[in-house]
DNA sequence: ATGAAAGCGCTAACAG
DNA sequence: CTGTTAGCGCTTTCAT
């Protein structure tokens, strides 16, 4: 297996390894004849150019780094899959890295794939303080875009789902069907998710009782949570579980289920993220989905735009933050 | 930002760059105050190596790239997360590649990485048959792991389950129950996991009833089908219902609610694979974890292995298939 | 133990 | 349009 290089094709084709390389990468113009004899030479030695010779090069490794909270999530797989897709249709292959939620890992990621020389980074970051500094470094360093939650204001360019409006849709939903007693079953981090949610349910639940923005639980996104939760707001008797994702809300579903109640005749639950979970759940969860194939798209088109300029993100303009239109999704759960 | 590079920090420790390449990378014995005045004056520049010069030179880049069919297949994202853990702590980075359960893609993804000089190659086969060529090839290339797939023998390393030991935990288990009426819903592809875990039922059910080896359904591994299959196999009224994993179950039990079956009184259902959507079935499912954190040890254990040869696949002795015992999970559906 | 020098395979000036 | 010439930043002989 000794590797072709491009000295081997060269010579095969009786012109120079500069040429060779113009016709094999495209980078100028070659006559149109030399063009074919390397190309048939290359093919024929079965040439395949060496990415880590050509990155040393051009200073460009056609890398993205992709680092996320965890993998685990059921959020996220759909938007790595996306992610991978509209970049690969970029020509960008991704190293992945999972943090295991944890913002010093994060942050030893973020810099592992910055001496790797990744070309832009993908961050959806741990948390939206403590994951600042590392984010505000790398952005210094090369394009960066924040994915589905934020880092604070102008630190890098960011593409989210309007978590508000997200919410919005289903206190309007809700309000329409005439429940009055909604609890909003939240988390208490400091992820962006947590609370723009939780902010827009303070901000919007007035208008089906004044009383209902005060009724707020806050715990983590988690299944076992949303159980919980439902212990300590069922004794008050809602008639809608307004919850800040879709596991959360599984959780309720399971609970009030357990004690009884009737969903959704006597209380509607809600999620958001629309997780493949959600439709599966008893009855299946009404929800918020997140248009998971258009946040791909809008993240690797902003880092192509960051990307064309060469600059990291700081460099050129101001940041962007991009949000997109969420949709509810009104199933059996209310 | 101008980078610094090792001749930067040559020049403020005042010794040769080859000494300060064998200080940092650690190479060679180096005079032990000639090691301190580098590495000082490394930390102080900022020094960090360009992992793509020295993948350049070293002809290896220290990532392996990960293929796998579909990211959003449930079982995966905590395997992707074991790997991501178990191969960073090797020191090396994963590139991530996600085939749409396409083999065309899947050759082309391999192909792409072995361009990129990844040192080796994890692979999560599409299709045992289908995949076998552009398994093979690269096998020729760089040391190649299989897992949780095969990819018909002796193609390279593998790690899986024991899929055959894992359904006859499970048959073991509902004859133990006094179930003698049991059906085997599964899929009709040409995966291994398929094809393993429906010749383990067929060899194994007759001791529960000797018909009961005929009574097999096959679809594709996914809820759809699982509610489907319950209605085919429901007016022979199985009393279990044995599933190739734990999607198929999930509709299995799904459908059966429906129809008003009592699971488990009536009937049993069991899954494959303990994906997080098992625990959170209603009732919660009785099926076979697989031992992810295990099965990815053993993956990055093999690969290093390979790797220290510097060899592919098939340059240094027979290929190892090795299985890891599964565990049955005996929850509320059976 | 250290330094000088030769590249890894490719691309980008710069000439012609 | 094409060839010649320098390197990209690093590791590694080969001398000393």
Redesign the pocket.
């Known amino acids: 297996m000794a590797?072709v290089?491009?000295?081997d094709v060269a010579r095969a084709s009786?012109?120079?390894?500069?040429?060779?390389?113009?016709v094999?990468?495209g980078?100028?113009?070659?006559?149109a004849?030399?063009?074919r004899t390397v190309r048939e030479a290359a093919e024929r030695l079965g040439?395949?150019?060496?990415h880590v010779?050509?990155a040393?090069?051009?200073?460009a490794t056609g890398t993205v780094g992709l680092v996320l909270p965890q993998i685990t999530n059921p959020f996220f797989p759909a938007l790595v899959r996306e992610l991978e897709h509209a970049l690969h249709a970029a020509g960008r292959a991704v190293l992945l890295a999972d943090c295991d939620d944890d913002p010093a890992t994060e942050a030893a990621r973020i810099a592992e794939f910055l001496d790797r020389q990744v070309d832009a980074l993908l961050l959806i970051p741990v948390d939206e303080r403590r994951s600042r500094e590392a984010v505000a470094d790398a952005a210094r360093r090369v394009p960066v875009v924040l994915l589905d939650r934020g880092c604070g204001p102008g630190v890098a360019d960011s593409v989210a789902v309007d978590n508000a409006a997200g919410m919005q849709l289903v206190l309007d939903h809700l309000a329409a069907a005439g429940r009055r007693r909604p609890w909003f079953v939240g988390a208490a981090g400091t992820t962006t998710t947590a609370a723009e949610r939780r902010a827009a349910y303070e901000a919007g639940a007035a208008a089906l009782d004044p009383e209902a923005p005060g009724r707020v639980e806050l715990g983590d996104f988690s299944v076992a949570w949303g159980r919980a939760a439902v212990d300590r707001i069922w004794p008050s008797r809602p008639d809608a579980v307004v919850c800040a994702n879709d596991l959360i809300a599984v959780g309720a579903l399971q609970r009030l289920r357990q004690l009884g109640a009737d969903v959704p005749g006597e209380v509607a639950v809600t999620g958001f993220d629309d997780v493949p979970l959600a439709g599966l759940a008893d009855p299946a969860l009404t929800t918020v989905r997140q248009p998971v194939t258009e946040l791909a798209a809008e993240a690797a088109r902003l880092l192509a735009e960051r990307s064309a300029g060469g600059v990291p993100s700081d460099g050129a303009g101001p940041s962007r933050a991009i949000r997109l239109a969420p949709q509810l999704l009104v199933r059996a759960s209310g």
């Open positions: 590797e290089t491009l000295k009786g012109c120079s390894v500069a040429t060779v390389s113009r094999l990468a980078t100028r113009p070659v006559g004849e030399t063009a040439y395949r150019p060496n010779a050509r040393l090069r051009r200073r």
